[in-house]
Structure formats: C-alpha cells, structure tokens
C-alpha cells in the first residue's frame, strides 16, 4: 500500500458523521448531485433540490457509515459506506455506495488518500461501481485501487436497471 498520500496531508481526516451532522451531508450531497447531473440524467424536485432518500438509513441501518472528510479543518467531502452490494447482492462486500471530493480539492491526490483510508478502516471484499459515464471517476478508481493493492484491476462491466455500470472488486488487508 502507498502511504504517500498521509504525508502530504497530514491534516487530511476522514471522521464518522454523526446524526447531527446529517444537515451538513445533505448539502453535500446536493453539491454532488450537481456534478453528477453533468453526465447523468438526475432531475431536480421542485423544492430545487436534488435529495438522497437514503440518507437518513446511516443513522438507522447497521451495516450503512457515513463520513465526512476535512482537510486543515474545512470540509472537503464525504465517503458512504454500506455492507452489501447493489450491483452483486453479495451481502458480505464493503460497496462505496458514494464519495465526494468538492472541487477545489480535487487532482492533489485527496481524493485518492481518502479512499485509502476507507479501505483499511473496511478489510474485507469491496466493490467500487462506478457508472461508465462517469469516465473521470472510472479513471480516478482505477488509480486509487492500483496504487492502494500495488497492482492494477480491470473492472467488470455489468447493466443494472438499464444502467451500464464498471465494478472494481478487490480485497483491503487487514492491518
């Protein structure tokens, strides 16, 4: 594993998002949805909102963890994890359900290190899906896997409710 990342963001933190904190990941997640609008048909409500419905699962469902992440102390992002695979139904597998980096912070390896840190806080089977027209996530997780296992997974392509989706499965060691 390449630890790099820690070094140059010493004050890089990915900390459990508590229940009172769910405000703070629902804008967030508004700002993710937007970015996701730009290749991916995602309608807003009427309220001009995006919404995430299963947001208020991280606090209920066990199995499910919501991050958010900082760096120098202001908000950078946020990481969802759930047990449990959409895309296989292997209810065993760690599954980056989403994960966010706002834009000011992304391509100096935040990103990268952040998901590194989920990884070892989850040993265990993962699956990363990624929908295939997103092609700069498709990069990012083929980068980040490679240099987090040292060695490079194709994805499997797979078409879930008529969305075509690439799925990186690959086992984080425990420490």
């Known amino acids: 594993m390449n630890r790099r990342n820690e070094l140059q963001f010493p004050r890089l933190e990915l900390v459990p998002a508590a229940s009172d904190q769910e405000q703070v990941l629902a804008n967030l997640l508004e700002l993710y949805a937007h970015d996701f609008s730009e290749f991916h048909d995602i ?3 009427a309220d001009g909102r995006f919404g995430y419905r299963d947001l208020p699962l991280y606090w209920s469902e066990p199995g499910r963890h919501p991050f958010l992440a900082t760096l120098n102390g202001k ?3 946020f990481a969802l994890v759930k047990q449990g695979s959409t895309i296989s139904n292997n209810r065993t597998v760690w599954d980056m359900a989403e994960f966010f980096v706002m834009r000011a912070y992304r391509r100096h390896g935040i990103g990268t290190a952040l998901a590194h840190q989920v990884w070892r806080r989850f040993p265990g089977a993962w699956e990363v899906r990624v929908m295939r027209s997103n092609r700069h996530a ?3 997780w083929r980068a980040a896997i490679r240099q987090f296992i040292g060695r490079s997974v194709r994805p499997v392509r797979v078409e879930k409710n008529g969305e075509p989706w690439n799925v990186f499965t690959f086992v984080s060691p425990s420490q």
């Open 43 to 45: 309608e807003i409500a």
């Open 75 to 77: 908000l950078a992002g």
């Open 138 to 140: 498709c990069s990012f």
